[in-house]
């Protein structure tokens, strides 16, 4: 009895020292992040996006309102849940910088810890190889990008790590795994796809019995659809449609993406995100696969089977990968858990040669060389995104806040930073909280008429983004700022429409 008490009180003490280390190496991962950003130019966000979340929340959290623009309901934000945590440090009083750091800091940190217990549902032996996981999961450059981008993609990622979690440990039944599904179509209707890994889990555990099957999914959907329904329910009492209008804006703005062949499209996905240890981890995931098929262990196929599915998703309907691929970054950790195990199997079969020593040892090193040179530059490319949206977009919405009439309306296609600090009236160009611009949004003699008749006063925009627009206006204010041209790109320029 003594001895089972001092294996759990060492048991214990193991796992407080194993959250001690995870907590150490993902705080310093993501504040050295910080502190070479705010060297280049000064703290903010990576993507012009993230400010329409910070427009969401504080009017949530100020006003009570769902709203982009003041009073003007709208179904801008794809992830309302995201916003509504955001709000949250509004409601507190909190520096909303701060506050949205902290979450996505946090779901990094989450994702490490759960991923190693995850794995060592399968590996009671894990050992030190989990602290190598943690660790690899806390320095990959996309998600520390991701924890601090004021976006709500790290916290899809914890959902999906988390699934995978409840499944393997099997602590919840699978009406409330349904009910976290539900919850994750708040974050991002992307959550859907979870579904699939689900469904893969309980056909494999029931054997064909269509009646278990049967009872297990609807226990599953039944958890789902309130949710759900309540979630399509809000779009619809605010918006007028189902899903949020950046659902319908993006595919229609990016259809000509669609037209090049779909496995040139997949891959383009895939390769925006190997950019880093992924591309190192590739042969340990095709192990681990042949693996799983070779044992017919076919539950541990369902990860790989939503990250494939998942990328497939965006690369039929929204074949972007702008800003580092980050509609494919929620299945980074999947693939990094999946092919990290792919390594330990490979070497802990037929014991261990000295050739497979070698290999193995040159392997690991490589991983660590590529994650640390990739989290390196990984921290410069989010320093000079912050600096472009910064110098870009937040100067120039400043700008149209100190020197406009505070009655005039601005068309812009970058809504974010220009809703927050801007104090004025939009006409989205993108569509999100304009949806009327959403079938025009391709025509830009379509744009001008809808310009003219909304009355607008002026244009926010980079030049080169609307050629005909732009031509014949006065151009009144340009930001010169240095570091979206050195990243090829333009200046932001303001025109005065009428």
């Given at each position: 009895m003594?001895?089972?008490?001092g294996?759990?009180v060492?048991?214990?003490?193991?796992r407080?020292?194993f959250?001690l280390?995870?907590l150490a190496?993902?705080?310093l991962s993501?504040?050295?992040?910080?502190?070479?950003c705010?060297q280049?130019?000064?703290?903010?966000?990576?993507?012009?996006?993230?400010?329409?979340?910070?427009?969401?929340?504080r009017n949530?959290?100020?006003?009570?309102e769902w709203s982009?623009?003041?009073g003007?309901?709208?179904?801008g934000?794809t992830a309302?849940?995201w916003?509504a945590?955001?709000s949250l440090?509004?409601?507190?009083?909190?520096?909303?910088k701060w506050w949205?750091?902290?979450?996505g800091?946090?779901?990094?940190?989450?994702?490490?810890?759960l991923a190693v217990?995850w794995?060592r549902?399968?590996d009671?032996?894990?050992?030190v190889?989990?602290?190598?996981?943690?660790?690899?999961?806390?320095?990959?450059?996309?998600l520390v990008?991701a924890?601090l981008?004021?976006?709500e993609t790290i916290l899809?990622?914890f959902?999906?790590?988390?699934?995978?979690w409840?499944?393997?440990?099997e602590v919840l039944g699978?009406?409330?795994?349904g009910?976290?599904i539900?919850?994750?179509?708040?974050v991002?209707?992307d959550?859907?796809t979870?579904?699939?890994?689900?469904?893969w889990?309980?056909?494999i555990?029931?054997?064909?019995?269509l009646?278990q099957?049967g009872?297990?999914?609807?226990?599953?959907?039944?958890?789902?659809?309130?949710?759900?329904?309540i979630?399509?329910i809000m779009?619809?009492?605010?918006a007028?449609?189902?899903w949020?209008?950046?659902?319908y804006?993006?595919?229609?703005?990016?259809?000509v993406?669609r037209?090049?062949?779909?496995?040139?499209r997949?891959?383009e996905q895939v390769n925006?995100i190997?950019?880093g240890?992924?591309?190192i981890?590739?042969?340990g995931i095709m192990?681990?696969?042949?693996?799983?098929?070779k044992?017919?262990?076919?539950?541990?196929l369902?990860?790989v089977i939503w990250?494939?599915a998942?990328?497939g998703?965006?690369?039929?309907?929204?074949?972007?990968?702008?800003?580092h691929?980050r509609?494919?970054?929620?299945?980074?950790p999947?693939?990094l858990?999946?092919?990290?195990?792919?390594?330990?199997?490979?070497?802990?079969?037929?014991?261990?040669?000295?050739?497979?020593?070698?290999?193995?040892?040159?392997?690991?090193l490589?991983?660590g060389?590529v994650?640390?040179?990739?989290?390196?530059?990984?921290s410069?490319a989010y320093?000079?995104d912050v600096?472009i949206?910064?110098?870009e977009?937040v100067k120039?919405?400043?700008w149209i806040?100190?020197n406009?009439?505070?009655?005039?309306?601005?068309?812009a296609?970058?809504?974010?930073?220009?809703?927050y600090?801007?104090?004025?009236?939009i006409?989205?160009?993108a569509?999100?909280?304009?949806?009327?611009v959403?079938?025009?949004?391709?025509s830009?003699?379509?744009?001008?008429s809808f310009?003219?008749h909304?009355?607008?006063?002026?244009?926010?925009?980079f030049?080169?983004w609307?050629?005909?627009l732009?031509?014949?206006?006065?151009?009144?204010?340009s930001t010169?700022s240095?570091?979206s041209?050195?990243?090829g790109g333009e200046?932001?320029a303001i025109?005065?429409?009428?």
């Amino acid at each position: 009895m003594s001895g089972m008490i001092g294996d759990g009180v060492k048991g214990l003490a193991n796992r407080r020292l194993f959250l001690l280390a995870v907590l150490a190496v993902g705080l310093l991962s993501t504040g050295a992040f910080l502190i070479i950003c705010a060297q280049k130019i000064s703290l903010g966000f990576p993507l012009d996006d993230a400010w329409i979340h910070q427009t969401y929340a504080r009017n949530l959290g100020e006003m009570g309102e769902w709203s982009f623009i003041p009073g003007q309901a709208s179904a801008g934000s794809t992830a309302p849940l995201w916003s509504a945590l955001i709000s949250l440090g509004y409601l507190l009083k909190i520096p909303y910088k701060w506050w949205t750091y902290g979450i996505g800091v946090t779901a990094l940190i989450a994702i490490a810890w759960l991923a190693v217990d995850w794995v060592r549902t399968r590996d009671r032996a894990l050992g030190v190889w989990g602290i190598g996981l943690a660790a690899l999961l806390l320095l990959e450059w996309h998600l520390v990008w991701a924890a601090l981008s004021g976006m709500e993609t790290i916290l899809l990622a914890f959902l999906s790590i988390l699934l995978f979690w409840v499944l393997a440990q099997e602590v919840l039944g699978f009406f409330s795994v349904g009910v976290l599904i539900g919850i994750g179509i708040w974050v991002r209707p992307d959550a859907l796809t979870l579904l699939l890994p689900v469904a893969w889990i309980i056909f494999i555990r029931y054997q064909g019995n269509l009646r278990q099957i049967g009872a297990a999914l609807l226990r599953v959907i039944g958890g789902m659809t309130g949710p759900f329904l309540i979630y399509l329910i809000m779009n619809w009492s605010v918006a007028g449609s189902v899903w949020p209008s950046t659902f319908y804006a993006k595919q229609v703005e990016y259809s000509v993406l669609r037209q090049s062949p779909f496995l040139y499209r997949y891959f383009e996905q895939v390769n925006a995100i190997a950019a880093g240890a992924l591309i190192i981890l590739l042969p340990g995931i095709m192990f681990n696969i042949g693996q799983a098929i070779k044992s017919r262990s076919w539950e541990r196929l369902a990860p790989v089977i939503w990250a494939g599915a998942y990328i497939g998703a965006y690369a039929f309907r929204l074949p972007a990968t702008y800003q580092h691929g980050r509609y494919a970054i929620p299945t980074i950790p999947i693939l990094l858990v999946v092919g990290f195990e792919g390594i330990r199997i490979w070497y802990s079969q037929s014991g261990g040669s000295r050739a497979k020593r070698l290999i193995h040892r040159v392997w690991i090193l490589t991983l660590g060389a590529v994650v640390a040179v990739f989290w390196w530059q990984g921290s410069q490319a989010y320093a000079l995104d912050v600096a472009i949206i910064e110098t870009e977009m937040v100067k120039a919405s400043r700008w149209i806040a100190e020197n406009t009439e505070s009655d005039s309306s601005v068309a812009a296609h970058d809504i974010g930073a220009l809703g927050y600090f801007g104090n004025r009236m939009i006409i989205d160009l993108a569509g999100l909280v304009t949806p009327e611009v959403i079938p025009i949004i391709r025509s830009e003699v379509d744009l001008d008429s809808f310009l003219d008749h909304n009355y607008a006063d002026y244009l926010m925009t980079f030049p080169g983004w609307y050629p005909r627009l732009v031509s014949g206006r006065e151009l009144i204010y340009s930001t010169d700022s240095e570091f979206s041209p050195q990243a090829g790109g333009e200046n932001m320029a303001i025109y005065r429409w009428r």
